[in-house]
């Protein structure tokens, strides 16, 4: 694919620096649908990027952008705050009926703001709230967002320097595999929770993943996530699960955590849950956590009224049964035979994942990053992640067709090969 220079000026000269996926991406985007983004020039990609996994759905998905016009054309409310509307409703009956009652899971539902971050701040305020401690504990290469509460339980050494103040009151411990094996699970953690000399104060609560996803796709065994829900509740810590972008179907269950049989206290939900990309973002709780007083949480867009529509949508057509769990973890086993392929001709590099969210780690860092470059080239964008960008990141819809599959897959192999 031949890609002429775009225009680019406004955005060079009007835009923050701060930018970043359209430095990747070079070029200016019209329009969208499916699992396919096309530029105004007329070049369609296959997106295996998704909105970095706020399109679990896909992009202009007809079945919600049908439910979104209707609302709109009849003038339902846009802006409520926390306001009680039709359109929450309908979210909250759903959620409940579709997602927590058949699973068993008996949490209260806030909305604390639009966005992930939002969410995992309001769960480290509450965890602290209830148990009256500051320290949270969070792991090794974790994301867990932006602002200073989610930058202080996050990895990232170069996200956490834009904080540009002490990030406190967070404790980092080794995820699953980070010592390769060679130490016992939550030795050291076990070892300092039970040391009076140790210099850590007692937890409010621990946050995890259980897919890294911006930490390199880094995946946590069933028996290490319930080994880590067993250690909390002896501890009297509460378990935060971050499902922010492994949520909403992307390993498989609509909850990641579904898999390793565990409960966690308070679990962070967003990108897709409103299902067609609108912000929107959720944070769980058990009944007897909920501690807060009226306004005590709050935010302006926290009341994102189209949002809910698309969410309710998106429940009722992709949820009231297991077909689209099935589609995506046998996708997910499409995506895995093709990386091991790729990996068996590449010395010193490995692939992991879960359902429909995979990684390729590469032996050269800045060989990822010349593969996404060449995979943008060739009609396909693909992102890297990974402390050193080491790690080509495939987030495909879960809702792509097999044919969209396999040649995007094709594509990804290309750029690799071409760019070893």
């Not at 620096?17 to 105004?40: K, L």
């Not at 209707?70 to 009680?84: F, I, K, N, P, R």
């Not at 935010?299 to 077909?323: H, K, S």
Request: glycine share 10%.
């Amino acid at each position: 694919m031949t890609i002429t220079q775009p225009d680019l000026s406004v955005f060079t000269t009007l835009e923050s620096e701060v930018r970043s996926y359209c430095r990747s991406w070079p070029t200016v985007f019209d329009r969208a649908q499916g699992s396919r983004i096309h530029d105004e020039d007329g070049h369609e990609f296959l997106d295996f990027f998704a909105g970095a996994g706020s399109l679990n759905y896909g992009h202009n998905n007809p079945v919600l952008k049908r439910a979104l016009l209707d609302y709109l054309e009849h003038d339902g409310v846009t802006h409520g705050l926390d306001m009680s509307t039709t359109a929450k409703r309908s979210f909250l009956r759903s959620f409940h009926h579709t997602v927590l009652r058949p699973r068993d899971l008996p949490y209260k539902v806030m909305f604390p703001g639009p966005t992930g971050t939002n969410a995992v701040e309001a769960a480290l305020k509450l965890a602290r709230k209830v148990k009256g401690r500051e320290t949270v504990v969070s792991f090794t290469n974790a994301f867990h967002g932006m602002s200073l509460g989610s930058l202080a339980v996050t990895g990232n050494a170069f996200k956490r320097a834009g904080a540009g103040v002490p990030l406190v009151h967070a404790t980092p411990m080794p995820f699953d595999h980070y010592m390769d094996g060679q130490t016992p699970d939550f030795l050291w953690f076990e070892r300092l929770l039970g040391d009076h000399g140790s210099g850590l104060d007692k937890p409010a609560a621990v946050i995890v993943e259980t897919v890294q996803g911006e930490g390199g796709i880094n995946v946590a065994r069933p028996e290490w996530l319930r080994s880590l829900a067993q250690l909390c509740q002896a501890h009297d810590m509460l378990l935060i699960v971050d499902d922010i972008q492994m949520g909403c179907g992307r390993t498989g269950a609509f909850f990641s955590f579904e898999e390793a049989g565990i409960t966690p206290d308070v679990v962070t939900v967003s990108k897709s849950i409103s299902g067609y990309g609108l912000p929107m973002s959720l944070c769980l709780f058990r009944p007897e956590l909920d501690v807060w007083e009226p306004g005590e949480h709050n935010g302006t867009f926290r009341g994102n009224n189209p949002a809910f529509v698309t969410a309710a949508a998106t429940l009722d057509a992709y949820w009231a049964d297991d077909r689209l769990e099935q589609q995506t973890l046998a996708h997910g086993r499409t995506i895995e035979a093709a990386l091991r392929d790729t990996a068996a001709h590449h010395s010193g590099s490995a692939y992991r994942g879960r359902g429909m969210v995979w990684g390729l780690e590469l032996l050269d860092p800045l060989h990822a990053a010349r593969a996404s470059r060449r995979a943008f080239e060739l009609g396909l964008l693909v992102e890297t992640s990974g402390a050193h960008g080491e790690v080509l990141k495939l987030l495909p819809p879960l809702t792509i067709t097999t044919d969209e599959l396999d040649h995007g897959l094709r594509i990804a192999q290309r750029a690799v090969h071409e760019t070893a």
